[in-house]
């Protein structure tokens, strides 16, 4: 089992990131959430998962933590979800906001990821409900925080023509922070608008 990946970005392209590996000149093409947030020529680590498909043989998936990782195998155990439409809801969504529309059964939040209608979304809210309660509680979730109002936040920044990907490194940010413990929204939206203000 290939469970991370040290090297060095060589390219990156949409929803892949090439990494040279030290040692043993060998490149592996890993598709990643929000790819285009990587810097070729930067070193990273990524936590990997290899998929096995019977007709196009093997995919391997290349995420920022182990947290991402575990919500992305859920994902796609999850009938009628495959790793296209798992790296969709991680890259549209973010985690946080993920396990929000999943905790508030928030069809409306789950229905803006690509490929996704009302219809689907309920049916992984039904599947996924109580695995993710169960999920959040393990080690690599202890980090994370509230997630009440990423639904909320997020919403407010989309309305205000900020893209996806803004979107998911606000909400990182507000995960890695201090305010990450807060429930209050506006504390939150004030954050996420004070990061953005500075690195758009």
């Known amino acids: 089992m290939i469970s991370r990946i040290r090297g060095l970005i060589v390219q990156v392209d949409q929803n892949q990131v090439e990494v040279s590996l030290p040692g043993i000149g060998l490149s592996l093409a890993l598709f990643v959430p929000n790819s285009n947030k990587f810097v070729v020529n930067s070193e990273i680590v990524f936590f990997s998962y290899l998929h096995w498909n019977q007709e196009q043989g093997p995919s391997l998936f290349g995420f920022e933590d182990a947290a991402q990782r575990s919500m992305f195998i859920t994902l796609i155990g999850c009938s009628g979800i495959g790793p296209k439409m798992g790296l969709a809801v991680l890259e549209q969504l973010g985690l946080n906001g993920f396990i929000s529309a999943i905790q508030q059964q928030d069809i409306k939040q789950l229905s803006t990821v690509s490929g996704i209608g009302a219809k689907k979304a309920e049916q992984i809210i039904v599947q996924l409900k109580h695995k993710i309660d169960k999920l959040v ?64």
Do not use: C, P, W
């Open 137 to 200: 509680e393990q080690k690599e979730f202890a980090n994370l925080g509230g997630f009440e109002h990423f639904s909320q936040v997020r919403s407010v920044l989309l309305s205000l023509n900020y893209s996806n990907l803004e979107v998911v490194r606000a909400l990182d940010y507000i995960k890695q922070s201090t305010i990450e413990q807060t429930t209050n929204f506006d504390m939150a939206l004030r954050q996420a608008l004070s990061f953005l203000a500075k690195n758009v």
